[in-house]
Nanobody, 122 residues
Framework: EVQLVESGGGLVQAGGSLRLSCAASGFTFDDYAIGWFRQAPGKEREGVSCISRSDGSTYYADSVKGRFTTSSDNAKNTVSLQMNSLKPEDTAVYYC???????????????WGQGTQVTVSS
């Protein structure tokens, strides 16, 4: 059974940092790209980042470039999202998702975690 479990969310002041983790199980970790998404109340889901398995490339939304970094620990089957210089507009539920391929193809994700809340106070 494919499972993705996020952790690391919480409440932080603007300018602070959080590190989210996505623990994966039930599939060959290195065969699938993993992405992070977020959804704020009343807003559409937004893609935040993706890490490709074909060459390790990473991709970021313009809104988080230079502040967020995604990385993979293949020994632990975990993908992390380091979030620095957080802003109130980063407040959302953050989800990790498995893409159906090794590359970060648009809309090509098939499994989701349950999400973790990130709240940034001003």
């Amino acid at each position: 059974e494919v499972q993705l479990v996020e952790s690391g969310g919480g409440l932080v002041q603007a300018g602070g940092s959080l590190r989210l983790s996505c623990a994966a199980s039930g599939f060959t970790f290195d065969d699938y790209a993993i992405g992070w998404f977020r959804q704020a109340p009343g807003k559409e889901r937004e893609g935040v980042s993706c890490i490709s398995r074909s060459d390790g490339s990473t991709y970021y939304a313009d809104s988080v470039k230079g502040r967020f970094t995604t990385s993979s620990d293949n020994a632990k089957n975990t993908v992390s999202l380091q979030m620095n210089s957080l802003k109130p507009e980063d407040t959302a539920v953050y989800y990790c998702a498995r893409y159906s391929r090794r590359v970060c193809l648009r809309d090509a994700y098939d499994y989701w975690g349950q999400g973790t809340q990130v709240t940034v106070s001003s």
